[in-house]
């Protein structure tokens, strides 16, 4: 019989609370499946403009928020808000600020939010403050998934800022590669929103050279993963060849109706002698 885990899912928008696409589409199932075969789960999203929040019955958490995250030496409020989905039993934590999140509307059709010029601080920002209210959750994942672009820079903090942490001391780190969600540079002011506690330039510098493009933040989220998954079946080579330098274990993309099983054996693999 498997051991269960528990499973902390980073995603970058999951429906029903974001119009429905490929990536929502497998937010808002994956952690469900998960779920169902018998791991333990807590899933994070951010707070899109467009969520309505009265519609999807978010509501603050109090106790979790007023935390402010600090990103080039400026505050940024850190307000976490959680829905359910009953049919799933499923609770989620969203991520939230004026600036970063309530500003930005994702439209019809979109993955996730791209295209402006701070998005690099969002992805800064996101990261930061998951692993922040998980350490206030006191709640220790087995296994942290992280999906979608804007969570690549989560596997870095963990291991390098949070690694001392006892929330994150021992979980396996496992990022889904995926096609590219985005063509432009989010350009060089990220290199200086990046760095906090251990982390300098010269973490990034060799997989992110001045250039912070989608295959470069693909390969910053390998470089500081203990295993990769295929989210799609065309990944870029060039990220794919770097996670095999690296003898990272990687799962090959599943169809839809083997996905579940797949995951799971996969996860608990990661623990093996």
Known sequence: MEAKKKVLFITGGMMPFVPETPKSKMGRFLPQRIQEQGHEIRIFTPKWGIINERRNQLHEVIRLSGMNIIIDETDHPLIIKVASIPQARMQIYFIDNDDYFVKHRLKEGEEES??????????????????????????VPDVVHCHGWITSLAPLYIKKAYQDEPSFANTKVVFSVAEPEFEQDLGPRMAQCIPFKKIKAADFNDVCPGKFGYDELQKLAVKYSDAIIMDTPKVSDDVLDYAKSLSLPILPCQKEDKFPEAYSKFYNSLFED
Do not use: H, I
Not at 119 to 125: H, N, P
């Open 114 to 139: 791209d295209g402006f010029e701070d998005d690099g601080e969002r992805a800064v920002f996101y990261a930061r403050g998951v692993l922040e209210t998980v350490k206030k959750l006191r709640w």
